[in-house]
């Protein structure tokens, strides 16, 4: 039976009791109860979408809604095979369950731990046989895997450094935060309202920069690993300071990425860069000093005023227009399709001054990412989750259907332009629904 | 529903002088045909193959057979002219961890410098032997009437 058909049809038949739900962080929070009733569940979306893959509409639901661990899938994770630890600029997590999931086709899920919504219930992962399943109010919905562990992750670097705590990984990407912190944060009222940085920041002991040297050492490593990587990755908070706007965020990448690029003698090697926006100047520098081969600068949102709103310290540093002009310098340089930017999407429907409905939203979303493209550049979405300790915490996203139609759109406008979907594609990264939706 | 092949159908998959075929079709119902030297039938009855191309045709139909149930087939062809053709459904893309780190490290030791995209498995659930002298006695058992009339007239052996 094919997982649509279980979706759909399996109500009431499912896998038996579910196991005894471990309730951690975020998990004791009661959802609203007629969420369900209001909104396409995801069966009537997979029914409604049949020309969208099932397996991307359900990792966008569960991004959506989060996930939570029965003691049998606990008992499932092997930490000497499975990644279970994680330092992000966006999750720091160093308990025993796995850090994220995968579908049987490859497409990624991204937990990180025990995520789950406050407006609707989280999905419960749990085994029975050996097989580990995602299911919704007792039902299989499919099976997943966890994330497996890379060899340098339990390593050190000379300087005694974890090596987990330098560079994250995803079962395909190195990924790198060399800053951990963000400028804007610093600024009373200026941080981006969906974020959690300065929130995972303060509750740990992490510094805020990490060493160029156990960055380095760290992917010279990880590189060994026969068949893990196919991408490395930088991203970081903002820092604004320097000789001129950025020129301290400019010289750490400039740092790390001259020496990783000095790994594969000097060539360009796949690899992403998502910065702040650099001017055409600095977007120079970096494209010819180094091995970078791909860029990325994150609009967050795609309107002028709730640009202002939802980004303050961006719209007051650079205004909507200029960050757009600094993508479109960024393309003279890196070329077509090897520049995008990302959106959360749904922020665009904040309360108060968001759209009032999905419908003008993507609306909204699809124009201005048409005009984009026109110029070269995709725009890719990732699903947004009101996270604790982010000014949206008490947001309530959207339904799983506006995230299936902006996908949908989204990866329309791509094929449209002839816009590659490689630099960001399900392997590459793996948190876009619309680049997934590329593999076909 | 999977099932088990036939032991001709195993014996085929083992010979190193079979040729192998995947037969696979994109959402629009376009077919594919390619020879597919890595074909294997694995210890728990599931085929699998390697894609080294990531953009291939082959790799975006597997993807949209996994997606929306479109059946796949494999076709074998033996040194000894015995052919078989199994049907079945695309179940798992391996793109990373353990299991597809050793098909990797398998493919990094042939020559020509070759990448892993996926391992891709496949549950047989139809199979049937195509070769010809088979499908033939089969044919004139099912259907007697298929056949062009010139056949049915005895040969006159002193003409011939």
């Known amino acids: 039976m094919s997982i649509k058909e279980r979706a759909v049809t399996a109500h009431g038949r499912g896998s038996g009791d579910i196991g005894r739900v471990v309730r951690l962080q975020g998990a004791e929070r009661r959802a609203e109860s007629r969420w369900r009733e209001e909104e396409l569940g995801l069966g009537q979306v997979l029914a409604k979408y049949p020309d969208i893959s099932p397996f991307v509409i359900i990792k966008a639901d569960v991004q959506r809604r989060g996930v939570i661990y029965t003691q049998a899938a606990l008992g499932e994770v092997d930490p000497d095979r499975h990644m279970t630890k994680v330092r992000s600029d966006y999750c720091e997590k160093n308990d025993l369950a796995p850090v994220s999931l995968m579908l049987r086709d490859g497409t990624t899920i991204f937990t990180e731990g025990f995520m789950a919504g406050r407006h609707r219930e989280p999905y419960v992962v749990d085994a029975a046989s050996g097989r580990i399943v995602l299911t919704d109010e007792g039902r299989v919905i499919e099976e997943v895997s966890y994330w497996e562990k890379p060899d340098y992750y339990d390593k050190f670097t000379s300087r005694g450094t974890p090596m987990w705590q330098v560079v994250s990984a995803r079962p395909q990407r190195l990924t790198i935060h060399p800053n951990q912190y963000c400028d804007f944060w610093k600024r009373k009222g200026q941080g981006c309202k969906f974020c959690v940085m300065a929130e995972i920041y303060n509750s740990t002991d992490k510094p805020p920069l990490l060493h160029v040297e156990d960055i380095i050492e760290t992917v010279a490593e990880a590189v060994k690993e026969p068949g ?14 320097g000789d001129a706007l950025l020129e301290e965020e400019l010289d750490l990448y400039l740092k790390i990425l001259t020496g990783i690029s000095a790994l594969f003698g000097g060539r360009k090697f796949p690899s992403q860069l998502i910065s702040t926006a650099f001017s055409r100047e600095q977007l120079r520098r970096l494209y010819d000093q180094t091995g970078l081969a791909t860029y990325t600068a994150d ?42 930017t990302g959106i959360v999407a749904g922020v665009e429907l904040a309360r108060p001054k968001g759209f009032a409905s999905e419908d003008e939203a993507i609306a909204s979303d699809i124009a201005e990412a048409e005009k984009l493209a026109r110029r070269g550049i995709a725009v890719v979405s ?9 000014v949206f915490q008490r947001q309530k996203p959207p339904s799983l259907e506006y995230y299936i139609r902006l996908a949908k759109g989204l990866d329309n406008i791509r094929r449209t332009h002839g816009i590659s979907v490689d630099m960001d594609n399900y392997r590459r990264c793996g948190n876009h629904p619309d680049t997934d939706l ?3 | 529903m999977g099932i088990d092949l036939s032991a001709e159908a195993r014996a085929a998959f083992r010979d190193n002088g079979t040729v192998k075929a995947l037969a696979s079709a994109d959402t629009k119902g376009v077919p594919h045909l390619a020879f597919k030297e890595s074909l294997r039938l694995r210890a728990d009855g599931l085929i699998e193959y390697r894609e080294y191309i990531e953009s291939s045709t082959t790799n975006r139909n597997m993807t949209a057979s996994i997606w929306f149930g479109i059946p796949v087939s494999v076709a074998l062809l033996t040194p000894d002219e015995r052919s078989f053709l199994i049907r079945g459904s695309v179940v798992r893309a391996l793109i990373a961890g353990l299991e597809f780190r050793r098909h990797y490290e398998q493919v990094r030791l042939r020559p020509g410098d070759l990448d892993l995209s996926t391992v891709w498995l496949i549950e047989p659930e139809y199979e049937r032997e195509n070769t010809l002298a088979k499908r033939k006695a089969e044919e004139e058992q099912a259907h007697p009437l298929h056949k062009h009339v010139d056949r049915l007239v005895p040969v006159d052996k002193g003409q011939s």
């Open chain 1, 438 to 440: 590329g593999r076909i």
């Open chain 1, 382 to 390: 990732c699903v947004w989750r009101a996270l604790k300790g982010s």
């Open chain 1, 228 to 241: 893990r990587n196919v991408n490395i990755f930088l991203t970081g908070g903002s820092l604004l300071g």
């Open chain 1, 299 to 340: 609009i967050e949102v795609l309107n002028k005023d709730l640009f202002m709103w939802i980004c303050p310290g961006k719209a007051s540093t650079f205004g909507y227009d200029g960050w757009m002009e600094r993508l479109y310098q960024a393309v003279d340089i890196f070329g077509p399709g090897n520049v995008n």
